[in-house]
């Protein structure tokens, strides 16, 4: 399936590629790079992304998010209640709202607009169903009617409103393959959509993959998707895979047994603390006795909330990194606390616990004499005749009198910045909020903290994160509001950030690049791991309960659903469920374990999946899990002592006295001992009068990577001269780092950069156009790009940073086209991958050359080129000088590159110049800011004048070849022979020292290098 969409992309053709998960989309994505070196002329993407891909150039109204949807719902709900009849009683309860947007939600799915609901609706003969499908009707009409009227959308009529605009969609023009990779079901606006493109193109063709084919999967799927691929003529490919865990998946739930001895263990645990710590004692075996990559063993939980927290802290305490990111609800961070009691002080001035709150926050009022003011407020409360009492106080001789008066002033300075009205409009509540958060200097006072080390920079961070979210939050509502103009009470406006508040979470820490996967089942689709461990394999669960709450129950929607509206039928849902735990069970190839827990977290029994059980039964190990021992909290501490991974585990044991203390002491002794002996060797090796082993001199045997088929990047060959030892950890030892990949990283700011510019002469030249300036279509192409990224406006940083950005790209843009106009030249390539063994004889070199510019003369090229590395920074020190000395290589290198690709075009090619050109300083002086190799003889042909240091023509080929040999060659040759040694002089000292991703681990110590043998 990879080979096809590659011959399509040759051809120069588009590529959609659809995937149901984050799983499959971050797979497919690996694959396609590994065959491309990139991702061009493809998109790996979800149903929604094509819908917003498709109406992008059509779409006349505004996108609302889930909460605007809610708020307008519930207005056109007070609006319209004396038509709801069968809800009347409950119609106005926020639970009431959420049900019956959800509903509204599933029947959009099923693509049907109001009315044709109510037909539907009308065949069904039961009284109950038509009576509320009624409410139903009546609400989701005057909903659709009040979208329409404030000409807007919602999430959920994105997908109609692209199958109603495909005809004269920009996106699908040069569109060939759309790829359906690893769905067993789609939603009927989903099918709609792909049904609408087929009949408006008949040029594009589909190719879709089902994952896994077993019995009960065929029966489930004939009627979904295989359904849809036969109405869309799709060329179905089938995975054939084969192992015994495939066939153990193969024979469930169909009543047949398995008489194979699998690498499967059943364990059980009386709590999720007990059971995770399991797990991570199994992952640590198995890193331990088994090589396998930390990615290729996968946790699957299908209740991540209430696991989430455990896993992060007892994988920590392991030192297994998970592939999972850290969050914290706003609503448990002190500080947002704070401001919500300070706001709510407003129905009660002398609220005792919330003024001490409030009074003793270090970034609301942050009073010096804490325990005084917790004595004053002691003293002074009286409930509703506080106020009285503290006025005689402070008017008799009482010694707390100076204490009580500060205590007023602060009470009184409350009362007056929380003067508003009892009801107005929401932006005006939340611009007393904001205003009192920006008089309270709540984000200085975060800062001030931190420098002056009262707290940690991670609760700094945890704090300004939480607060701009909170601003966030506020604005995010703001804006819904505002579409209703509504007035509402400041009992409301608490209780509206209340209920939203709880949605909310704070990023502490980001996933890493690389760990054990955490997944839900729904996101295996088809992908393979090593180890597989499911955890929560309980009744309710694993399975989840289904049709349990809702507008309708359980037994009305299977009424629906047996007259072809889903709603989330149990029986629908149950067995996609089963197929979940299937490709759960298919996934593993080496071995699985399955845990299940005996007790709730309240200590109530909880029953065993079914699912379990029928593992259980096909393999016909009935009587071995029968005398499978029941943990109970006690045997959480009661470990073997060659199980102890922690210094807790291991404190816990010895305090709670299970072994005896002389084998203990014994057993401890030996451990120490290794340390010892261990960190005495790499004494011996660190001072060393030779460079060894622990500087990076492992020698050929260990270099044998860098063979004739490895591939060596122009950007690390570039960067090995300044740090070999880091080029050893990443390339070598293959140590991963975690980089920030979101706005306001430096990598991820390059990369926007690289990507719009591709973007923007990549239409110009494949449509053959003149260059010219676009202000909107520049920022259409950064919107595009950022949403592909993920990155959303959800706080004023984000906006911020993105406008800055934009700033950049177009005045810097403005004035490289200018300078393209003024001397005659035009981009030829963009963002060229190349793999090539021409440049050193028997070594690969890899890389991307950023762009090239030809001379056009009269409408014809005449071969001269420039060759461009776009940096965002300075570029002064890559001018020729600093080239010869070897401080950059890439764009001698890529010169090899274009003048092979050029001659292969029937040019002659002769270079006018090889570039550094730096966006950032080009865009802020208002002129073409590069530094290089420039030739003399062609200097004028890009305008350089002046002092520039140039090369004659003559001594152009002379000097690359000196480059070469010297720089590139000699580095590649020290690579071979395993010669990675710290440098003299660390290149991330000064003020650059805290860049460097490896500083934790780096061996770099100059007075011990300075010893060594080779200075």
């Given at each position: 399936?990879?080979?096809?969409?590659?011959?399509?992309?040759?051809?120069?053709?588009?590529?959609?590629?659809?995937?149901?998960?984050?799983?499959?989309?971050?797979?497919?994505?690996?694959?396609?790079?590994?065959?491309?070196?990139?991702?061009?002329?493809?998109?790996?993407?979800?149903?929604?992304?094509?819908?917003?891909?498709?109406?992008?150039?059509?779409?006349?109204?505004?996108?609302?998010?889930?909460?605007?949807?809610?708020?307008?719902?519930?207005?056109?709900?007070?609006?319209?209640?004396?038509?709801?009849?069968?809800?009347?009683?409950?119609?106005?309860?926020?639970?009431?709202?959420?049900?019956?947007?959800?509903?509204?939600?599933?029947?959009?799915?099923?693509?049907?607009?109001?009315?044709?609901?109510?037909?539907?609706?009308?065949?069904?003969?039961?009284?109950?169903?038509?009576?509320?499908?009624?409410?139903?009707?009546?609400?989701?009409?005057?909903?659709?009617?009040?979208?329409?009227?404030?000409?807007?959308?919602?999430?959920?009529?994105?997908?109609?409103?692209?199958?109603?605009?495909?005809?004269?969609?920009?996106?699908?023009?040069?569109?060939?393959?759309?790829?359906?990779?690893?769905?067993?079901?789609?939603?009927?606006?989903?099918?709609?959509?792909?049904?609408?493109?087929?009949?408006?193109?008949?040029n594009i063709n589909f190719i879709g993959n089902i994952p896994l084919r077993t019995d009960f999967i065929d029966l489930f799927i004939e009627k979904e998707i295989l359904r849809v691929y036969k109405d869309l003529k799709v060329e179905i490919y089938e995975e054939n895979k084969t192992g015994d865990f495939k066939l153990l998946a193969k024979k469930l739930f169909t009543f047949e047994r398995l008489e194979k001895d699998l690498n499967l263990k059943i364990i059980n645990a009386p709590c999720i603390e007990d059971e995770v710590r399991q797990a991570a004692r199994i992952i640590k075996d198995i890193i331990m006795n088994d090589e396998t990559e930390l990615d290729k063993i996968a946790l699957i939980v299908n209740d991540l909330e209430s696991y989430q927290s455990y896993i992060l802290d007892i994988f920590n305490e392991y030192e297994i990194p998970v592939m999972l990111a850290d969050f914290e609800n706003l609503k448990n961070i002190p500080l947002i606390r704070s401001i919500l009691n300070l706001i709510t002080l407003?129905?009660?001035?002398?609220?005792?616990?919330?003024?001490?709150?409030?009074?003793?926050?270090?970034?609301?009022?942050?009073?010096?004499?804490?325990?005084?003011?917790?004595?004053?407020?002691?003293?002074?409360?009286?409930?509703?005749?506080?106020?009285?009492?503290?006025?005689?106080?402070?008017?008799?001789?009482?010694?707390?009198?100076?204490?009580?008066?500060?205590?007023?002033?602060?009470?009184?300075?409350?009362?007056?910045?929380?003067?508003?009205?009892?009801?107005?409009?929401?932006?005006?509540?939340?611009?007393?909020?904001?205003?009192?958060?920006?008089?309270?200097?709540?984000?200085?006072?975060?800062?001030?903290?931190?420098?002056?080390?009262?707290?940690?920079?991670?609760?700094?961070?945890?704090?300004?994160?939480?607060?701009?979210?909170?601003?966030?939050?506020?604005?995010?509502?703001?804006?819904?509001?505002?579409?209703?103009?509504?007035?509402?009470?400041?009992?409301?406006?608490?209780?509206?950030?209340?209920?939203?508040?709880?949605?909310?979470?704070?990023?502490?820490?980001?996933?890493?690049?690389?760990?054990?996967?955490?997944?839900?089942?729904?996101?295996?689709?088809?992908?393979?791991?090593?180890?597989?461990?499911?955890?929560?394999?309980?009744?309710?669960?694993?399975?989840?309960?289904?049709?349990?709450?809702?507008?309708?129950?359980?037994?009305?929607?299977?009424?629906?659903?047996?007259?072809?509206?889903?709603?989330?039928?149990?029986?629908?849902?149950?067995?996609?469920?089963?197929?979940?735990?299937?490709?759960?069970?298919?996934?593993?190839?080496?071995?699985?374990?399955?845990?299940?827990?005996?007790?709730?977290?309240?200590?109530?029994?909880?029953?065993?999946?079914?699912?379990?059980?029928?593992?259980?039964?096909?393999?016909?190990?009935?009587?071995?899990?029968?005398?499978?021992?029941?943990?109970?909290?006690?045997?959480?501490?009661?470990?073997?002592?060659?199980?102890?991974?922690?210094?807790?585990?291991?404190?816990?044991?010895?305090?709670?006295?299970?072994?005896?203390?002389?084998?203990?002491?014994?057993?401890?002794?030996?451990?120490?001992?290794?340390?010892?002996?261990?960190?005495?060797?790499?004494?011996?090796?660190?001072?060393?009068?030779?460079?060894?082993?622990?500087?990076?001199?492992?020698?050929?045997?260990?270099?044998?990577?860098?063979?004739?088929?490895?591939?060596?990047?122009?950007?690390?060959?570039?960067?090995?001269?300044?740090?070999?030892?880091?080029?050893?950890?990443?390339?070598?030892?293959?140590?991963?780092?975690?980089?920030?990949?979101?706005?306001?990283?430096?990598?991820?700011?390059?990369?926007?950069?690289?990507?719009?510019?591709?973007?923007?002469?990549?239409?110009?030249?494949?449509?053959?156009?003149?260059?010219?300036?676009d202000e909107l279509f520049i920022e259409d192409i950064v919107e595009k790009i950022m949403r592909k990224k993920g990155i959303l406006e959800t706080n004023i940083l984000i906006k911020r940073r993105k406008a800055e950005i934009l700033n950049v790209i177009k005045s810097f843009l403005k004035k490289d086209i200018e300078f393209l106009n003024k001397f005659n030249l035009r981009p030829i390539l963009v963002e060229h991958t190349f793999v090539s063994e021409k440049i050193i004889e028997g070594v690969k070199i890899k890389g991307r050359i950023d762009r090239v510019d030809m001379e056009i003369l009269d409408g014809k090229p005449t071969g001269y080129f420039v060759v461009y590395d776009y940096k965002k920074g300075d570029v002064k020190d890559k001018n020729l000088i600093g080239i010869l000395k070897g401080n950059d290589i890439q764009i001698s290198t890529y010169f090899y590159v274009v003048q092979n690709i050029l001659r292969e075009k029937g040019f002659d090619p002769k270079a006018i110049a090889l570039l550094y050109?730096?966006?950032?300083?080009?865009?802020?002086?208002?002129?073409?800011?590069?530094?290089?190799?420039?030739?003399?003889?062609?200097?004028?042909?890009?305008?350089?004048?002046?002092?520039?240091?140039?090369?004659?023509?003559?001594?152009?080929?002379?000097?690359?070849?000196?480059?070469?040999?010297?720089?590139?060659?000699?580095?590649?040759?020290?690579?071979?022979?395993?010669?990675?040694?710290?440098?003299?002089?660390?290149?991330?000292?000064?003020?650059?020292?805290?860049?460097?991703?490896?500083?934790?681990?780096?061996?770099?110590?100059?007075?011990?290098?300075?010893?060594?043998?080779?200075?």
């Amino acid at each position: 399936m990879f080979k096809k969409c590659i011959e399509v992309i040759k051809k120069g053709k588009k590529v959609v590629y659809l995937a149901p998960s984050r799983e499959v989309i971050s797979f497919a994505r690996e694959k396609i790079m590994e065959n491309l070196g990139g991702l061009f002329y493809i998109d790996v993407i979800t149903f929604d992304d094509l819908a917003r891909n498709i109406v992008m150039d059509k779409l006349d109204r505004e996108l609302i998010s889930t909460k605007a949807s809610l708020i307008i719902l519930q207005q056109v709900i007070k609006e319209n209640l004396n038509d709801i009849s069968y809800f009347n009683m409950v119609a106005l309860k926020k639970g009431f709202v959420i049900s019956l947007y959800n509903t509204i939600r599933r029947i959009k799915k099923e693509n049907l607009s109001p009315n044709e609901f109510l037909d539907k609706v009308n065949s069904i003969e039961d009284s109950r169903i038509k009576l509320k499908s009624l409410d139903v009707y009546r609400i989701y009409e005057k909903y659709q009617e009040k979208l329409n009227r404030l000409k807007l959308y919602d999430m959920d009529d994105l997908l109609r409103f692209a199958s109603d605009n495909v005809k004269d969609s920009q996106y699908l023009k040069d569109v060939e393959l759309i790829v359906l990779d690893g769905y067993l079901d789609i939603f009927k606006n989903e099918e709609a959509l792909l049904k609408s493109i087929k009949n408006c193109y008949n040029n594009i063709n589909f190719i879709g993959n089902i994952p896994l084919r077993t019995d009960f999967i065929d029966l489930f799927i004939e009627k979904e998707i295989l359904r849809v691929y036969k109405d869309l003529k799709v060329e179905i490919y089938e995975e054939n895979k084969t192992g015994d865990f495939k066939l153990l998946a193969k024979k469930l739930f169909t009543f047949e047994r398995l008489e194979k001895d699998l690498n499967l263990k059943i364990i059980n645990a009386p709590c999720i603390e007990d059971e995770v710590r399991q797990a991570a004692r199994i992952i640590k075996d198995i890193i331990m006795n088994d090589e396998t990559e930390l990615d290729k063993i996968a946790l699957i939980v299908n209740d991540l909330e209430s696991y989430q927290s455990y896993i992060l802290d007892i994988f920590n305490e392991y030192e297994i990194p998970v592939m999972l990111a850290d969050f914290e609800n706003l609503k448990n961070i002190p500080l947002i606390r704070s401001i919500l009691n300070l706001i709510t002080l407003r129905f009660d001035l002398f609220d005792k616990n919330k003024l001490e709150d409030v009074l003793l926050s270090p970034y609301l009022f942050d009073l010096d004499d804490k325990e005084k003011l917790r004595e004053v407020l002691n003293l002074t409360y009286k409930g509703e005749k506080t106020r009285e009492y503290i006025e005689k106080l402070i008017n008799s001789d009482f010694e707390l009198k100076e204490n009580i008066k500060k205590l007023k002033e602060w009470i009184d300075f409350i009362d007056s910045i929380l003067k508003v009205k009892d009801n107005d409009l929401f932006e005006n509540f939340k611009g007393m909020v904001v205003g009192i958060i920006d008089k309270l200097k709540v984000k200085q006072k975060i800062m001030k903290a931190y420098k002056e080390g009262l707290i940690p920079i991670d609760i700094a961070l945890r704090d300004m994160k939480a607060l701009l979210a909170f601003l966030d939050l506020l604005e995010e509502l703001n804006n819904s509001y505002k579409l209703l103009r509504n007035s509402i009470s400041f009992e409301e406006f608490i209780e509206i950030i209340n209920e939203n508040i709880n949605e909310v979470s704070v990023t502490l820490k980001n996933k890493p690049s690389y760990g054990i996967k955490v997944l839900s089942p729904d996101l295996i689709r088809g992908i393979s791991y090593d180890y597989v461990l499911i955890l929560g394999l309980n009744e309710g669960i694993f399975p989840r309960n289904f049709g349990t709450s809702g507008i309708y129950t359980s037994r009305e929607k299977e009424i629906f659903y047996k007259n072809g509206i889903n709603l989330g039928a149990r029986s629908f849902e149950y067995d996609k469920e089963k197929i979940r735990f299937i490709m759960s069970i298919a996934s593993c190839e080496k071995g699985i374990f399955l845990s299940y827990r005996t007790s709730n977290e309240d200590g109530s029994y909880i029953i065993k999946s079914a699912f379990l059980d029928e593992v259980i039964f096909t393999l016909g190990i009935e009587e071995k899990v029968k005398k499978l021992y029941q943990r109970c909290m006690r045997d959480r501490f009661n470990l073997k002592i060659e199980n102890i991974y922690t210094k807790k585990e291991l404190i816990n044991s010895y305090s709670l006295g299970f072994y005896d203390d002389a084998k203990f002491l014994q057993k401890l002794d030996e451990l120490t001992l290794s340390y010892i002996q261990k960190g005495k060797e790499m004494e011996f090796l660190r001072w060393s009068e030779k460079f060894t082993n622990y500087d990076g001199l492992v020698g050929e045997n260990k270099a044998q990577v860098f063979n004739c088929e490895y591939a060596f990047s122009v950007s690390t060959i570039n960067y090995f001269l300044n740090c070999p030892f880091k080029f050893f950890l990443e390339n070598l030892i293959e140590v991963g780092y975690d980089e920030e990949d979101d706005i306001f990283s430096h990598l991820s700011e390059g990369n926007l950069y690289h990507e719009v510019l591709k973007e923007y002469y990549k239409y110009f030249i494949d449509r053959g156009y003149e260059i010219e300036y676009d202000e909107l279509f520049i920022e259409d192409i950064v919107e595009k790009i950022m949403r592909k990224k993920g990155i959303l406006e959800t706080n004023i940083l984000i906006k911020r940073r993105k406008a800055e950005i934009l700033n950049v790209i177009k005045s810097f843009l403005k004035k490289d086209i200018e300078f393209l106009n003024k001397f005659n030249l035009r981009p030829i390539l963009v963002e060229h991958t190349f793999v090539s063994e021409k440049i050193i004889e028997g070594v690969k070199i890899k890389g991307r050359i950023d762009r090239v510019d030809m001379e056009i003369l009269d409408g014809k090229p005449t071969g001269y080129f420039v060759v461009y590395d776009y940096k965002k920074g300075d570029v002064k020190d890559k001018n020729l000088i600093g080239i010869l000395k070897g401080n950059d290589i890439q764009i001698s290198t890529y010169f090899y590159v274009v003048q092979n690709i050029l001659r292969e075009k029937g040019f002659d090619p002769k270079a006018i110049a090889l570039l550094y050109y730096s966006i950032k300083n080009t865009a802020k002086e208002g002129k073409p800011k590069y530094s290089g190799i420039i030739i003399e003889d062609t200097k004028n042909k890009i305008g350089v004048k002046g002092k520039t240091v140039t090369l004659s023509c003559d001594n152009f080929d002379t000097v690359l070849e000196y480059i070469k040999k010297s720089h590139i060659e000699s580095r590649i040759e020290r690579i071979k022979k395993g010669d990675f040694t710290l440098p003299l002089n660390c290149p991330k000292k000064g003020f650059n020292k805290f860049s460097c991703s490896f500083s934790d681990i780096c061996r770099y110590e100059l007075d011990r290098i300075l010893k060594k043998a080779r200075w």
